[in-house]
């Protein structure tokens, strides 16, 4: 066995040159030693002068640690990143060839697997039939159809995942002409495992990158149109499917291996950019499933649509001066003029064919101005949703916005947690921005954010609300805003959203997950990752502008609205169209509801009696069994037609005991659960959840008595203080002494 490899990465070098020397010991020591020789004689035989090396003093003589270089055999594209696939639904296509099922292995076509072993592939199994394979984090599993694809013959394979059904419906339809024989396949499976949530990451074509193993499962065939999509095809969807490119679902990414032939790159024509790369040369330029024998050069292939163009084509694009002629539809009339001449297959064509004579002669599009900025002028802000991210916190899913003010000069950035467009977040996200900030820059740019402007009945425009107008007089800022519909005229905040999201995406790839705890647990890491990745590059930046910059009113200014309702006697308010409840006490009396980004702070006379978190959505409620439970006891017919009956079970362990008393006392297990529940106010809940919890499966039933024996806290006792008479003498002796 040979102990050691190398080369150069150059068969020759300059002065000035600095050559690489690549070196793998396969041995598995954990170094190796350079020493740099000049060559006299390499003639090594018996009848010549010998080996000879003068050695040549060089900072690289000496030991240097190493270690065995793997190289993974088979070709295949790497794809660096594919956004984030939710666990609802998705599904994978690909027009594939297959030539070697005789090795009996499971190939991928195209894979997404995650470093936790979750992971989801368009695969074929040993025996040749298409399916979805997929690893939950534990198991795997390869659900397949029944019919054995024929090496060398083309088929369309749709595999469609609904995670809510868990089914799986599977299409494997022969194509490339009327002579095929082979069978089409179109088939539901069922199985039990849940589809895997996968974070932004990379994926892999004609292959599958196993976190332990490396890259497996190659593929040996052709590939054409590979492509992910969010969400799932009815039945009827899928039978009508003849190019993965055509399918109505949202891309998460296809690649046309069609463009960049010539070099190793992987086009991503979904518009999401997740290009790839060709890794160990996988051969290009081989004929798909539409090649119908016409050239055996793809640089030379006759142009289809020559004998048409001029006479169908071209005239259709001059007359579309807004540029809204698709291809796809160009080719439907074509094939319905000429039905024999054109097929589905020339579509990636025809589209090529557009692009190039729209880029000639095409409607001028317009033009964009790169603008230069000034220390100190400007900011931009703006909401994005976040929740592609796929966060988790406690284990549910957490759909959120991030706010993001960016300093167009200095790209200083700040960032919030936002819960809605709303005007108190987007105050307390600007005030937070500009007092971290230290500073206050000369305008602010944003589009026409629904939180800080209203639409003119007159005119159809838009101009700034009264209240977020004070929030700018407030600091001496003023107001730019873009053309409605325009959003690249807010270029600084776009850009800048895009590139947060993905450098938070990879930042949640290399953590491992994005499941947190707590939100406060997701802000910090969200602050790191600015910190690090945003800010500390434009340090410099900053500090020239900070100069620049206006200084900070005396204070900031409340970023919560206030309203004034009159508890009803349902013991609730209502507040910007949602309804709370509040303590019964407090019942025909006027509160102040400060409604915060996030929570809702519930006043009397000045006096905090209540905070909760803010509801979402219009028209919701939240119901708090402690503010009614008192009086419900006492009225319990009331709780079986209760409009908020539903908020009168804090967790599914108490609607399992209600459901519970419901099968044992029958029209008693109202009182019998109205009880529990005031045990759970004045006992507190989470001891007796523990207490329900053991007693849900107990023979026989359970009832108040029987949980309140269990729950009932231990009785307080009075000590009994045993106090002498006073020592009367001792005041006696006092008196003496002052009188003497």
Known sequence: MVGIMGY?????????????????????????????????????????????????????????????????????????????????AITFAALVMPTWLGKRATQCIVSRQHRSSKGMALAIDPAGRGGLWLHDGTSEILVTCDVAMREGAWYLLVVSFDASVAKVRILQRP???GHRIEREAMEDRSFGLPMPSLPAGAATIAARHDPGAGIVAHFDGRIEAPAIFRGALEADQLARVVHPFEIDLPAIAGWDFSRHISSADVADVSGNDSHGRCIN??????????????????RTRPDPFGAVWKKDVEPLLQSDLKGILEAKWVLEVLRTRYPDQFHPGQARTLQRRFRDWRARHGVEPEVFFEQVAAPGREAAIDFTHAS????????????????????????????????????????????????????????????????????????????LTARFRAVLEHYGIRSSRITPG???????????HRRLKSLVAQALLVRGDAAFDTVAAYDAFVQEVVAYWRNRPAAARVAEERPALRALPSAAIPSYTSYYPVVRRWSTIRVAHRTYSVPAQLMGHTVEARVHPDVVEVRYRHEVVQTMPRLRKEDAHRIDYRHVIGWLVRKPGAFARYRYREDLYPSITFRRAYDALVRTHGERADVEYLRILHLAATAGEARVAEVLAGVLDQVGGFDYVTVQAQVAPPMLTVPVIHIPAPDLTVYDALRAGAAA
């Open 8 to 88: 150069w990465d150059r068969l020759s070098a300059r002065p000035g040159d600095a050559p690489e020397l690549k070196v793998s010991i396969e041995d598995g020591s954990p170094s190796f030693r350079i020493e740099v020789v000049r060559l006299i004689c390499g003639d090594d035989g018996p009848s010549g002068p010998g080996f000879k090396t003068r050695s040549i003093a060089s900072e690289v003589n000496g030991v240097h640690p190493g270690r065995r270089q793997a190289i993974a055999i088979g070709s295949y594209v790497h794809v660096p990143s594919v956004n984030a696939i939710r666990g609802e």
């Open 175 to 177: 194509v490339g002409g």
């Open 281 to 298: 040369l996988p051969t290009r330029a081989v004929t798909g499933h539409a090649w119908h024998g016409a050239t055996m050069d793809w």
């Open 388 to 463: 592609d991210l796929g966060v988790t916190v406690a284990g549910d899913p957490f759909p959120h916005l991030l706010f993001e003010f960016v300093l167009s000069y200095s790209h200083w950035t700040w960032v919030a947690i936002a819960f809605g467009e709303t005007f108190e977040a987007l105050a307390a996200s600007l005030q937070g921005a500009l007092w971290a900030l230290g500073g206050v820059p000369a305008v602010l740019r944003s589009d026409n954010l629904s939180a800080a402007t209203h639409e003119l009945k007159g005119s159809r425009g838009r101009d």
């Open 486 to 496: 325009r959003a690249h005229e807010n270029g600084v905040a776009e850009h800048a």
